[in-house]
C-alpha cells in the first residue's frame, strides 16, 4: 500500500541519477543500485514516481544495448515495484545522430491506488489517461507526449560529441498541473581552466543552457504549469574561492610544458610542515590531500562555494541540502563513501523546482515531516554519481486555484 495511512494527500518521489557508470560495469554496479534504489521506493511508498536518468546506456550505447534492455525489464517487473501497475519509459536511444542523441532516460510509475492521473499530449494539447506499460524509445522527437531538445553544438564548442539536453513530460495529478524536466547540463572540461575565474566560464555555459530550458517550458506555446526540474546539472563549486580557502597557507608552483609553456599543473605545498603537498591540480586531477573535508558534517561547510544556482534565485527554489556532495565517487564497487581525485566535490545532481512547485509541496498543516531532500546509497558504490530525492506529498486540493486555467479535468 502506498503512501502512509495517517498522512493525507498523494506521496510523490522524485529521483534522478546519472547512471552511466551501471553500464559500464554492469555486473558490479546494477544490483547494488537497484537495491538501494528499491529501499527508498520502499520507504516512501509513493503514489507517483519519476526517475529521470542521465548518461543513459553509458560512454558506449551501442555496446550497452542488451545492459540498458535487462535494466528496463527489471525495473518494470521486480517484485519490488509490483504494485506500480502503470508505467511509462522513455529512453532516448538514437545514438547515430550526433544532432539529437541526449542520452536522457525518463521513468514514470504509476501506483494501483492512484486513481485521478493524466498526462499531457503536446501535440493535441489535452490531457489523456494512463493506462498499461509503454516505453518509447528510439526517436522520442516523434513522441506528442514529451518535448525533447540537444542543446545547440555552440554552446559548448570545445566538446565535439556533447549529449547534453532536456526532456520534458507534463502531468496532472489531483487536478494539479506540473511539467517534469529531466536535464543534463555542461560539465568542466578542464579544472585548470575552472580555476582561472570566478565565475569560471563553464558556470557560464551552464547558465546560459539552464536558462534556456526555463525560457522554453514558460513560452507562451501552452498553459502555464509549475515545473520540477531534476537531473545533472553538473552545478561546481566555485573553483577559485575553493581551492583558496582550502590551501590558505600553500604557496604554488606551476608546472609548464616544454613545447607549448602551457600550464599543465598547480602544486599546493605547505609554508612550513616540511612543505607537504596539500593539492595537485591539473587537467582532470583534483588530489587533495584530506578529503574528509568533503564528507565533515556533509560538506557543509563548503555549501557557501555553490553559486551557480544564485543567477535563477527568482526562477527556481531548492530545499536546504543535508548531504555530501554528489560527485565524483569512486567507481570501485568495494568503495561506497570514497571520492575520485579528478575534479573536485560538488552537488551536481539536484532537484529544483519553480516557487509555484514549492507552494505545493510545502503545504503540510502538521508537525510531521513531509518533505525529504537526500541522496541514495550513502556507503553503498552507486557509480561515479550518488542518485539524490526529493519525497513529498501533494496535498488534498493543493492545485485547486490552478485548475480550471490548466482544465485537468478534461481528460480525453
Known sequence: MAG??????????????????????????QKNWLREFYQ??????????????????????????????????????????????????????????????????????????LKNISQFDFKAKKYKNVT????????????????????????????????????????CLADCAFDLVNIHLFHDASNLVAWETSPSVYSGIRHKALGYVLDRIIDQRFEKASYFVFGDFNFRLDSKSVVETLCTKATMQTVRAADTNEVVKLIFRESDNDRKVMLQLEKKLFDYFNQEVFRDDNGTALLEFDKELSVFKDRLYE?????????????????????????????????????????????????????????IGPSVCMGDHKPVFLAFRMAPGAGKPHARVHKCCVVQ
Open 4 to 29: 502512509k495511512a495517517a498522512a493525507p494527500g498523494t506521496a510523490v518521489l522524485l529521483v534522478t541519477a546519472n547512471v552511466g557508470s551501471l553500464f559500464d560495469d554492469p555486473e558490479n554496479l
Open 40 to 113: 527508498v521506493v520502499h520507504a516512501h511508498r509513493p503514489h507517483f514516481l519519476a526517475l529521470h536518468c542521465q548518461e543513459f546506456g553509458g560512454k558506449n550505447y551501442e555496446a550497452s544495448m542488451s545492459h540498458v534492455d535487462k535494466f528496463v525489464r527489471e525495473l518494470l517487473s521486480s517484485d519490488a515495484m509490483k504494485e506500480y501497475t502503470r508505467a511509462r519509459v522513455y529512453l532516448d536511444e538514437n545514438f547515430k545522430s550526433q544532432e539529437h542523441f541526449t542520452a536522457l532516460g525518463s521513468f514514470y510509475f504509476l501506483h494501483e491506488s
Open 132 to 171: 498499461g506499460k509503454e516505453i518509447y524509445s528510439d526517436t522520442l522527437e516523434s513522441t506528442p507526449m514529451l518535448e525533447k531538445e540537444k542543446f545547440p553544438q555552440d554552446y559548448f564548442p570545445e566538446c565535439k560529441w556533447s549529449r547534453k539536453g532536456f526532456v520534458r513530460t507534463r502531468w
Open 319 to 375: 530545499l536546504d541540502i543535508s548531504f555530501p556532495p554528489s560527485y565524483p565517487y569512486s567507481e570501485d564497487s568495494s568503495q561506497g563513501r570514497q571520492y575520485m581525485n579528478t575534479r573536485c566535490p560538488a552537488w551536481c545532481d539536484r532537484v529544483l523546482m519553480s516557487p509555484s512547485a514549492k507552494e505545493l509541496i510545502l503545504r503540510s498543516e502538521s508537525e510531521e515531516k513531509v518533505v525529504t531532500y537526500d541522496h
